[in-house]
Each structure stands twice: as structure tokens, then as C-alpha cells.
């Protein structure tokens, strides 16, 4: 018999970010930052969720996001909607909600999705690219691809057996 | 032979008062002198220091001082004072190294300077040197009753120095000293270069100020997760294990970097020592961080709040950024990096939620 595990849900709430035009640059972006109590993650949720250099798309229902076993080729910052986790009874069910990324350190280590991941809800979502965002952070400077480097250590600990090129 | 005033009498009475008044105000005058030169002696060298003869009350049943006996010190009484602040900061256990190049002995214990090592200075008197005298007591610790003082600012060091040329004044000559050839080997080797201080009102920040000179480089933490722990508790507790070079941090062991709901001003990169990331809800510990791990990644935006405890578990130093630098840095990347990199940052902020939520079984 196996552990009971509580379903988690990680979600963050993006109702905040409809008082502000996603187009919103500047003055009026720093207002919004600096008026609307936003926490860490929901800064870095929305600085993602309103870049221009990402492109949007849809998941209906059922459809997969990740696929335990593979490497994903693209990450996912979910804008609305519901994935979930699928569980076994070695592990919770987890609910990912706005501002869950799937799958980015994995696509930029080159390591296979752990779990399969599959819309519950109409998902949208902000799509990174892996090539893309590979190529751009291999020409950053050292400090931010350090801080690249170390984070992508803390997301997947003993996942991550060998480095990858970009890293260096 | 000692003449009072108001035990002569005959024939020569008025040239023997006038002459025993003389001595009268010639003794007075003595006195005054000695009490004013015991009062120097006290101030540089402390009064355990000074000999039984010396002291006002001996003086005077003496009729005198025999300056031949005095202990070494130079003819400026007032200078003392400002040199001891001087060559306290010089020999505080920021500059321990240097003691010991100068004296070959093993630096004391901050907390032992001025309890253990003190009262068993000797003053001593070392050649002159580059017209400076460099005074230092047998334990290296210079000038008796000075505590180790911590900070010393420029304006405070440059008392008593000309202003163009930075060497004694006229006022300052004979002044017991340091000379520039002995504070390469008492201070550090490079000019410590961050100094911390807690934000007392609201128990959360840590302010960093570089370029600071500081005569040890403690650090002193508070958090809201820590606000028991006073910053005297924990300064002097540790000391770097060695010179922090630019940027760099120390924490003493069990100090908190910082806590769940501060303010993210910096971000760390660990050199040496471990941290542990503390999720105070249910006491969750969600990682133990060792070089060249960086942590605080909240300080990449400005206004960032922390959404863990750090703690240090060991003496450890760490790199600091500041929220200034990272902003810099990120606004020259271009493509996707600045989403991507928010993205990676928020991925960690799952994983540890979701950490968090599983240990904890809420």
C-alpha cells in the first residue's frame, strides 16, 4: 500500500494583472510594480507572462504539455488554465495554475520530463522555445548565465547529472 | 630640606619666608604638574600601568616627581587620546595579522583584548622610525583602556594629519604611532570592502555599503525571522576565517542572511561555508547550499521579496549583488533572456513551493 499524498496546487494569482495593458511599458509598467504590492514570484510572473519575446498558445483539454521520459523542446509559463500532474501512488497529484513554468529546466539541462503533465482546463500559456533560449543564454555574460547556471542546479539537484555545453 | 612658610622665625625671617613661600608655590606648581602629567600617564597607558611613586598622592608626600623615573612617554600630553583610537582600530582583530607580524605572538582573541591581554602590557619603546617613534606595548596591543573599536572613519583616522600630505602636523610629532612601513603589516592586505549594517527600524534589511574602511569586518545581521538576535550577539562572535576581498560578506555561523517576507536587496553567490534555505511554515528545511551555489535570486528585480529564510550554518562568506548590479546586467540581455531567465527564476519558486507543501503535508 501506498503513501497518501494531499493534492498540491501551485498557482499564482494573475487577476492583478488586468488592471494594466499588457502593452504597458514604461512609466505606467513601473506604477503598476510599485503601487500593486506584488510578491517575487508574481513580479517574475508577470515580467514572463507581458515579455514580447514570447509568443502565446492554447491546449484543450487533455492534450499533454510534457511527457514523462522525453525532453521537452518547448517550456511553458501557464498565463491561465489548469495542467495536472499525473500522479502514481509513489507521488501527489499536483495542479499547476498561473505562473507554473513546465519544463524549462529540463529543456535547457537536456534531461527527460520526469511526469507527464496534461491540460485538465483550456491552458494558455507563453511558449519558450529550448533552441532559441539556449542559443540567446550562451551569449550572456557571466554573471547572468552564473545565475542561470546555479538555478538550473537548485531546480533539478541530482537530476542534472552532466553539464551542458551552454552552461560553460 | 623642605621650608614651610609657617615654621621660620629670627633674623632672617623675611628672607626665609619669602624663600619658604617660593617653595610653597614651587611644590603647588610641581603638584599641579604631576597631577596633570599622571593624568596623560593615565589615559595612554592606564592606571594599573603606572607606578605606586607616580601617583598624585605619592608625589606629593615626596615633595615631587623624579622624571628620570617616569615610564617611557613622549612630551605631548594631549596627543594620547586621538592615537589610541587610532592604534586600537590598527590592532583590533581586523588587523590581528598584523600584531602578529610586528610582535611574533599569536593575535589574542578579540574578546581577550581588553580583559586579559591589557593589564599585563609593559610599555615599551621601539626605535625611531621615519621621524615617527612606533610605541607598542610587549603584547601588541598598543595603548591600555582602548576597547577594539570597530569602525573608523577617514575623518576620524586623519585627525591630527595635514591634510595635503596626510603626515603628523606640527602638534601631532612625537606622538606615539604607527608608521606607514608597520600599517602594511597591521591592516589588512586589502582594504575590506563591505560593510553590513542592520536596518534597526524594521528588523529586515541588511544594508551593504562598499568601499567602507572598517577595523574588523564583522557582519551583523538582523531579519524578521531573527530579530532576537541582536547584532551585539552576534558581532564579535566570529570573525572572517580571512580577508574578504571585494563584494564579499561574511556571516558567522547560525546568523540569518535573511528572512521569509524581507526585502531582496542582494543576491549571493556562496564561496565558502553552507547555507540553508528555510521555509519558516512548519520549519521545512528546502535546501542545504554549498560554493558555488547562489541563492537569493529575488534581488534580480527590484522590490523583490524573499520567499525563504536563509540561514548560514557554518562561517561563511558569500559574494553580494546588489539589486543595482543585476538590474544592469539585465537590461543589456537581449532575445529572450530576460524571459527566460524570469521563467527559470519562477520554475525555482514552484519547485520549492511545491517542496515545501509536500514535506510539510499541507
Not at chain 1, 43 to 64: H, I
Request: aromatic fraction near 6%; hydrophobic fraction near 35%.
Amino acid at each position: 500500500m501506498g503513501f497518501f499524498f494531499m493534492g498540491i496546487k501551485f498557482g499564482l494569482d494573475s487577476t492583478k494583472f488586468k488592471e494594466l495593458s499588457l502593452n504597458a511599458m514604461g512609466h505606467e509598467k513601473k506604477v503598476f510594480f510599485d503601487d500593486a504590492g506584488l510578491s517575487g514570484q508574481e513580479r517574475l510572473f508577470f515580467e514572463a507572462w507581458s515579455s514580447q519575446a514570447l509568443q502565446t498558445s492554447v491546449f484543450e483539454p487533455g492534450k499533454d504539455l510534457l511527457k514523462s521520459g522525453v525532453v521537452p523542446l518547448y517550456a511553458y509559463v501557464i498565463t491561465s488554465g489548469e495542467a495536472k500532474q499525473v500522479s502514481d501512488e509513489n507521488s501527489p497529484e499536483i495542479t499547476y495554475g498561473p505562473g507554473s513554468v513546465l519544463g524549462l529546466a529540463d529543456g535547457l539541462a537536456g534531461t527527460q520530463s520526469p511526469s507527464t503533465i496534461t491540460a485538465i482546463t483550456a491552458v494558455n500559456v507563453k511558449l519558450i522555445p529550448i533552441d532559441v533560449a539556449i542559443s540567446d543564454i550562451s551569449s550572456l555574460n557571466s554573471g547572468l548565465k552564473g545565475i542561470c547556471r546555479f538555478t538550473l542546479f537548485r531546480i533539478l539537484g541530482n537530476r542534472l547529472l552532466n553539464e551542458p555545453d551552454w552552461i560553460r | 630640606m623642605k621650608l614651610r612658610s609657617d615654621s621660620v622665625s629670627g633674623p632672617f625671617d623675611s628672607v626665609l619666608t619669602e624663600a619658604a613661600a617660593r617653595s610653597d608655590s614651587i611644590r603647588k606648581e610641581t603638584k599641579s604638574a604631576a597631577v596633570k602629567l599622571y593624568d596623560s600617564l593615565v589615559i595612554a597607558f592606564g592606571e594599573r600601568d603606572i607606578p605606586e611613586e607616580y601617583t598624585p598622592s605619592s608625589l606629593d608626600s615626596r615633595g615631587g616627581i623624579e622624571p628620570e623615573r617616569l615610564p617611557p612617554v613622549h612630551d605631548r600630553p594631549e596627543a594620547p587620546i586621538e592615537n589610541a583610537s587610532e592604534k586600537s582600530s590598527h590592532l583590533s582583530p581586523g588587523g590581528a595579522e598584523g600584531v602578529q607580524a610586528i610582535q611574533g605572538q599569536t593575535p589574542p582573541a578579540a574578546s581577550e583584548i581588553s580583559q586579559k591581554a591589557m593589564p599585563e602590557s609593559t610599555p615599551t619603546k621601539t626605535p625611531e622610525k621615519n621621524g615617527e617613534f612606533n610605541d607598542l606595548t610587549s603584547n601588541g596591543i598598543g595603548i591600555r583602556g582602548s576597547t577594539p573599536v570597530i569602525q573608523i572613519n577617514e575623518d576620524e583616522r586623519n585627525v591630527g594629519r595635514d591634510s595635503a600630505t596626510g603626515s603628523r602636523d606640527q602638534k601631532s610629532k612625537g606622538v606615539p604611532d604607527i608608521t606607514a612601513e608597520d600599517k602594511k603589516s597591521v591592516q589588512p592586505k586589502s582594504e575590506p570592502k563591505v560593510e553590513l549594517k542592520t536596518n534597526t527600524d524594521s528588523n529586515r534589511s541588511v544594508e551593504v555599503k562598499q568601499g567602507s574602511n572598517l577595523g574588523e569586518r564583522q557582519v551583523s545581521i538582523t531579519s524578521a525571522a531573527s530579530a532576537k538576535t541582536s547584532v551585539e550577539s552576534i558581532t564579535n562572535v566570529e570573525s572572517a576565517p580571512r580577508e574578504l576581498e571585494e563584494n564579499e560578506v561574511f556571516f558567522p555561523r547560525n546568523s540569518f542572511l535573511f528572512a521569509k517576507g524581507d526585502k531582496a536587496d542582494f543576491f549571493y553567490v556562496i564561496v565558502s561555508g553552507k547555507i540553508q534555505l528555510i521555509e519558516p511554515r512548519g520549519q521545512t528545511l528546502i535546501a542545504t547550499l554549498e560554493p558555488p551555489t547562489s541563492f537569493g535570486e529575488q534581488a534580480i528585480l527590484a522590490g523583490g521579496i524573499r520567499s525563504l529564510s536563509a540561514q548560514a550554518i557554518e562561517p561563511t562568506i558569500c559574494k553580494a549583488y546588489s539589486v543595482d548590479t543585476l538590474g544592469k546586467l539585465l537590461d543589456r540581455a537581449k532575445g529572450t533572456n530576460k524571459p527566460v531567465i524570469y521563467a527559470l527564476l519562477l520554475e525555482l519558486y514552484m519547485r520549492n513551493d511545491i517542496k515545501s507543501h509536500q514535506v510539510s503535508g499541507n
